[in-house]
């Protein structure tokens, strides 16, 4: 390690600190984001990255400092430990602090804490400190309740987190600061010692209770002491400081306030702001267990040092204008919670408190609450940080029973009238021209913002789902299943299906944007994108190949591959092409490929090159693709320029790569084909063989020229080649691609997609976007921007609707040989001539619970801190009282239970550094045969050798955050692995959720499960 010494900051003061420490911040961030700080005796990191850095990492940034202040002053609690003695401690304090108990106990219990809470606040009159007279003494009493602590009161509550927090915060070494910080140590004690006998004789849902009730774990008494003096003081500081400073942000930004109070689902976006421009805990204490390197800077072994949340959340290099408060901006991962095996666990209870009840509560009663503007509102603090003084005044207070209580669901229509379920707005017509995934996604976004507008989706093709059916891989019928949610749309939603129009020829984007009041263009990006380098005119574009095997009418018969193919690029459309051209007929079962196109066009490949620019760790592809590509039969693979491959586990695409070292043939099984795979090559020259004959392009490649890290020149001789380096605008798009990120053409007239951003992110990507974009045509219409009047579009002679699409998907299934999806028309005419035939009866669509048919589900979760299991309740609650359908944690389940004659839809959560949770670990090692010792009792296999799960079918829906680029959503990836390998097959898309997305959860989830079990009854049935 080349040794540079940490700068020093010797000018940084604690009163400066508490003060303001963003401006301090702000220069050590500029400086290096690392510096010791003789001020507060240790290090303090205050760029983002460095942060983050120390996030996932306890093995070298410890938890369990030596000396430290917190554990001076509230004992040694599970904060101040590492795994596993943290997880031991995390996992019996989380029973009570659950999602679903949230929802289910808390909620209301907070809900009526805020409303006589309110009501002695509104009793106080105009001038009232909102910090001291509401959100202290509610955050106080709702942290009473939900410990148990009853025998003490919120005032109490309220002294000993404040001077506990004091305490450990107290680097300036106060001594009265100790001494009140120590009385309050012994009253928690006496306080607990009391309520633990109580609640031995009265159990109840609070967390003294729950700690009792544990039947595997007995905490002993010094534990329960510092965790419940731990959560005193982050449990009531973080929610209080978080109502106040939200307080402040909507007070200051009237525009805001006015967006929130109109769409009152806005309040957690508002939590979440809050929460990044003023973090609560503003800093916290790790130590460097050995000398390292963090932000290109030595630290000791032993450093010391202070975590800045306050400074990575300002962090300028990850948000845009990061001073300013602003609910509209991008979504990104903030840090106010933590990462990795620390994640806040009171963060469930801390958004029910503040933004489900407190703060909506709040504005509703309050008409005309404002700041007083001779007593102006302070801030202080940097190691915690909110509202030291914030007196109001209002015009007038309503009654509790005028109110709604909370963020209300304001879904409701008036009858009679179109209206948006945000407010009176009237519904605009709306067009959506393309019906792929960045269509479809708007369309529902659309609907579930305006429930009565009329949506017509309008397609070129008589076929809907454009890149569904003809950009997704045949053999990804997985991916494809996303198409089963777009059917409720046209089946279920009410939105109608307009095919066979084409923009630009039957339809002119002047009389599309003359017949509706909102136009959104959805038609993509299609063109392969060229390289910029001699030869390149004989290359084959992936996107024309994909399409070829896929049976788009567009894409003519192509002449055949040679024996030895270069695909330049290494994202996941180059790992679809290597994977068409070399799996055998037996391994596209159950997809819907083109078996004599196939044959024709990739049946002499023998070899493949896959070329990328970059190293395994920063290669594009996703590591789930490179895994299916070594687990294909008789393929070799052989690796260059990789270099060493780590295996400490902690980048999900270096196992990925290290999987193709590790494939394996069976014994004496014939090699079919080889895969090279090249790392760190820039393609410089495709060499024509002008002897050779193409009717595509005149001339053949003889060999791709490639430059590597040194300048060195790598010759690759090939037959063919095709480029995968990404997609280019269609000749006849609408507006230029990529022109309007912000999704606003003008008002009235937006795009999506990649028509929106370019060619860049995935399907769910897409569904995150059409999120942001239906809020912004909200917006437009609720200022007047846009009215709602037009007449919509005449039916013409030549479109399609969706009953023609029926009629084709149920003609192709019917002709599909064993062992494919369906037979793809493969002409306009064949397509248009299907779609007319009534002959073809299209029976009534069937939902909800109806798409098992009767096969029973089993809802498996897997998490660290409550989210996946959330997840489970409300895909529980999806299927109301039908069926035959439970939840399960996969901490009390064994493989060997799962069943043939169930079909399961299993919600992973990713922990740390990307491992599986920590509570799922040994049923991940009862499936990858290393179970046995440290398998958890009622848990897991004790047998050593790993199960056989033949005939066991599931879907796999991962929870992670994408800031963790190497790890995300890896723990599900190692359980969905560990169970392919075991036999079982995963059925439908593989559903994934960005934690710093603004899609929750339960909704994309239960988006997701609507596709999969459609696929899964029929996959069941035919069982059968």
Not at 100 to 110: I, L, N, P, Y
Not at 505 to 534: K, N, W
Not at 637 to 655: N, V
Not at 785 to 805: I, N, P
């Amino acid at each position: 390690m080349t040794r540079k010494e940490v700068p020093v900051a010797d000018w940084v003061t604690i009163p400066d600190l508490y003060r303001d420490p963003f401006p301090i911040y702000e220069r050590l961030r500029a400086e290096g984001g690392v510096h010791w700080v003789p001020a507060v005796n240790r290090y303090l990191v205050t760029s983002y990255e460095a942060v983050h850095a120390t996030e996932l990492d306890q093995e070298i940034f410890s938890a369990n400092e030596q000396g430290s202040l917190q554990i001076r002053a509230m004992g040694h609690s599970m904060l101040r430990r590492d795994d596993p003695e943290h997880y031991v401690e995390r996992k019996a304090w989380q029973p009570a602090l659950r999602p679903g108990m949230v929802k289910r106990v808390w909620t209301e219990v907070f809900r009526e804490t805020a409303s006589h809470l309110l009501d002695d606040f509104i009793a106080k009159g105009p001038g009232a400190d909102l910090v001291w007279d509401f959100a202290a003494p509610y955050a106080a009493e709702c942290l009473r309740q939900v410990c148990g602590l009853y025998n003490a009161d919120q005032a109490d509550l309220q002294r000993w987190s404040q001077t506990m927090i004091d305490a450990t915060g107290n680097y300036a070494d106060d001594p009265e600061v100790w001494r009140l910080g120590e009385q309050s140590f012994n009253e928690v004690d006496a306080s607990l010692d009391e309520m633990l006998a109580w609640h031995s004789e009265h159990p109840d849902h609070s967390l003294i209770s729950q700690l009792l009730q544990i039947p595997d774990y007995e905490m002993p008494l010094e534990r329960i002491r510092a965790n419940l003096k731990m959560t005193i003081g982050g449990g009531l500081n973080e929610p209080r400081d978080a109502i106040g400073v939200a307080a402040l942000a909507m007070l200051q930004n009237p525009e805001q306030l006015a967006m929130v109070q109109a769409d009152p689902s806005l309040w957690h976006t508002v939590f979440d702001e809050t929460i990044r421009w003023v973090a609560p805990i503003g800093m916290y204490s790790r130590q460097a267990t050995r000398e390292t390197e963090l932000a290109g800077f030595t630290l000791p072994a032993g450093a010391r040092l202070g975590i800045c949340i306050l400074s990575a959340n300002r962090d300028a290099s990850v948000w845009e204008d990061a001073a300013d408060f602003n609910i509209r901006r991008e979504p990104k991962p903030h840090l106010a919670f933590g990462k990795g095996v620390h994640v806040c666990l009171g963060a469930w209870v801390a958004r029910a408190e503040v933004a489900d009840i407190a703060l909506p509560m709040l504005f509703e009663r309050l008409e005309g609450l404002r700041l007083i503007e001779d007593e102006p509102a302070e801030m202080g603090g940097w190691v915690f940080r909110g509202m030291t003084k914030m007196p109001v005044t209002w015009d007038r207070a309503l009654p509790a029973q005028e109110v709604t209580g909370g963020s209300a669901d304001r879904s409701a229509t008036t009858p009679g009238r179109a209206v948006s379920n945000v407010d009176a707005t009237p519904a605009p017509r709306v067009a959506i021209v393309g019906s792929g995934p960045s269509g479809c996604f708007t369309a529902q976004a659309v609907r579930r913002a305006f429930p009565a507008a009329p949506i017509d989706v309008i397609d070129r093709l008589p076929t809907p789902y454009g890149l569904v059916r003809y950009g997704v891989a045949a053999d990804h019928q997985g991916t494809k299943a996303v198409a089963r949610q777009f059917d409720r749309l046209f089946t279920s939603e009410d939105v109608t299906y307009r095919g066979n129009l084409h923009l630009g020829s039957t339809l002119t984007l002047e009389e599309i944007r003359a017949a509706y009041d909102v136009v959104v263009l959805a038609t993509g990006m299609h063109g392969d994108a060229v390289l910029d380098i001699p030869g390149s005119q004989v290359a084959r574009g992936s996107g024309s190949v994909t399409r070829l095997l896929n049976g788009h009418p567009d894409e003519d018969e192509s002449q055949p591959l040679g024996t030895d193919v270069v695909v330049i690029g290494q994202g996941n459309v180059a790992m679809d092409i290597a994977r068409l051209l070399t799996r055998d007929a037996a391994g596209f079962a159950g997809s819907d490929i083109d078996d004599a196109t196939h044959q024709a066009f990739a049946g002499a490949v023998r070899t493949i090159h896959l070329v990328g620019r970059s190293l395994p760790g920063a290669a594009k592809f996703d590591p789930v693709m490179v895994r299916e590509l070594a687990g294909l039969p008789g393929i070799e693979h052989i690796l260059h320029g990789a270099g060493e491959l780590a295996d400490d586990g902690r980048d999900a695409r270096i196992d990925a790569v290290r999987s193709l070292l590790e494939a394996h043939r069976a014994p004496g099984a014939p090699i079919r084909a080889r895969m090279h795979w090249w790392f760190g090559l820039t393609p410089r020259e495709i060499e024509v063989d002008a002897t050779g004959t193409s009717e595509a392009a005149g001339s053949a490649a003889s060999a791709v020229v490639f430059t590597d890290a040194t300048g060195e020149p790598v010759r690759i001789p090939a037959t063919d080649v095709i480029t995968a380096v990404g997609f280019t605008a269609n000749v006849d798009s609408p507006v230029p691609a990529a022109a309007h990120v912000d999704g606003r053409v003008e008002p009235g007239l937006y795009v999506a997609g990649w028509l929106r951003r370019g060619p860049r992110g995935t399907i769910p990507d897409q569904r995150t976007d059409a999120k942001g974009l239906a809020q912004l045509i909200v917006d437009d219409i609720r200022s007047g921007a846009v009215s709602a009047r037009a007449a919509g579009l005449t039916l013409r002679s030549c479109e399609t609707d969706f009953t023609g699409w029926q009629r084709i998907e149920l003609h192709e299934r019917s002709a599909a040989a064993p062992g494919r999806e369906r037979a793809k028309l493969r002409t306009h005419a064949q397509l248009l001539a299907t779609a007319a035939d009534t002959s073809i009866a299209v029976p009534v669509a069937q939902h909800g619970a109806a798409l098992t048919a009767g096969v029973p589900v089993t809802v498996l979760f897997g998490t660290e801190s409550g989210g996946a299991e959330l997840v489970a309740e409300e895909l529980h609650r999806m299927f109301g009282s039908a069926g035959d359908v439970d939840v399960r944690d996969l901490a009390e389940v064994a493989p060997a239970e799962l069943g043939t004659d169930r079909f399961y839809l299993i919600v992973c959560s990713t922990y740390g550094d990307g491992e599986v949770p920590t509570s799922v670990q040994p049923f991940h090692a009862a499936l990858t045969g290393a179970g046995g010792a440290g398998v958890a009792s009622g848990a897991g296999d004790s047998s050593s050798a790993a199960p056989s799960l033949a005939g066991v079918r599931y879907a796999m829906f991962g929870m992670g955050d994408r800031s963790y680029d190497k790890t995300y959503s890896r723990g599900s990836e190692l359980v969905d692995e560990a169970l392919t390998a075991c036999g079982a097959t995963r059925i439908g898309e593989y559903g994934r959720h960005d934690a710093g997305g603004p899609v929750p959860a339960s909704e994309a989830a239960l988006d997701w499960a609507a596709g999969v079990l459609t696929e899964a009854a029929a996959s069941l049935a035919g069982a059968r």
